[in-house]
């Protein structure tokens, strides 16, 4: 089932290309200015807009770039020390999922493990340690350089290919996750909808991905208040954010029962004392925010199952 890879890189800067999209939620065109990034887009200095549908309150990048990808798809990754260090950094996050997906086949199904596809699997990390726990992995990723290293250096089933494309057969997978990916996609709701498909009944589907409100917490710290011009939101790449009324209205308008919606810590992973430190604190902030308005306000960790 390993597909092989090319590497690929580009010849020419990508040309700067816009997009205009209605709400993937609810199909409203009625938005409102939620943040804006001045950000590096290769040889390029880009205004960004980050709306808010005044409709149902999905948070998502418009206009946005056509290529937003690109910076994943026509480069080398970094190279096989920042893959191990990235991996190093997300280790606990993975550990934790897995142990929160096997619960939830105990509890739902009774017995744990079998077979997992990983969305946007990377460089097959994730995957190795969910193999290490019992499961069958196999993991989807479009970006050649990620997808090389994670068939050829780790040995991982992965389909070089894209998830709006990919034929793969329905009921057939027992966990379904996506860590830090359904930001980056074009059309979540058809995605999730993919994924309902894909899964057994019963199955389990967990994801990852930054709520809108640490998005905006964090851009309010970074721009307004250090004057910084690192990115918060990076509309380069993340197009969608969700907080947890707009992804609960979108996975079960998809077919999936929430199980669990659980708050997670950004990892302290960019290798800037700043930026870390900031992180680090901001955790424990949004912790004490969220104990006394019990409200969800960090990157969200969500468990769903597709019902039987």
């Known amino acids: 089932m390993t597909t092989a890879v090319e590497n690929v890189t580009f010849t020419e800067i990508p040309p700067l290309r ?10 409203a065109d009625n938005t409102r200015i939620y943040h804006r990034e001045t950000l590096p887009y290769f040889d390029k200095i880009v205004d960004f807009e980050i709306v808010q549908c005044r409709e149902c309150g999905l948070v ?3 206009p946005r770039l056509s290529d937003y990808n ?30 929160q997906i096997k619960e939830w086949q105990s509890d ?10 990983d969305m946007g699997s990377g460089t097959g990390h994730f995957m190795q340690a969910a193999i290490e726990q019992g499961f069958d992995s196999y ?12 068939i050829n250096q780790l040995g991982m089933n992965v389909f070089h290919d894209d998830i709006y494309t990919i034929d793969l057969p329905q009921n057939h997978y027992d966990v379904i996750t996506a860590w830090d990916v359904i930001e980056h996609v074009s059309d979540p709701k058809t995605m999730l909808e993919r ?3 894909w899964l ?87 912790r004490g925010i969220e104990m006394c308005t019990r409200r969800h ?6 468990y769903c199952r597709k019902g039987k």
Not at 74 to 86: A, L, M, Q, R, V
């Open 108 to 117: 739902l199904n009774g017995n744990t493990g079998g077979s997992l596809l």
């Open 60 to 62: 998502y990048t418009n």
């Open 200 to 286: 057994k009944p019963g199955g389990i589907m967990a994801l990852r991905f930054p709520s809108s409100t640490w998005q905006k917490i964090k851009g309010v710290i970074l721009h307004q208040i250090l004057s910084s011009k690192r990115p918060s939101f990076g509309p380069t790449m993340h197009l969608y954010f969700f907080d947890e009324k707009t992804f609960k209205r979108m996975a079960e308008d998809a077919g999936f029962d929430i199980l669990e919606i659980l708050t997670t810590a950004a990892e302290a992973n960019t290798n800037n004392l700043v930026l870390d430190g900031i992180k680090v604190v901001s955790n424990y902030m949004i």
């Open 18 to 27: 816009w997009e205009t999209i209605e709400c993937n939620l609810c199909g």
């Open 70 to 99: 690109a910076p994943y798809l026509f480069t080398d990754g970094g190279g096989e020390e920042k893959y191990e260090s990235h991996a190093q950094a997300k280790s606990p996050v993975f550990q934790s999922a897995l142990k």
């Open 139 to 150: 993991g989807i990723e479009p970006a050649p350089a990620s997808a090389d290293y994670a």
């Open 297 to 302: 306000l960090g990157n969200l960790e969500v």
């Open 195 to 197: 994924c309902y498909t």
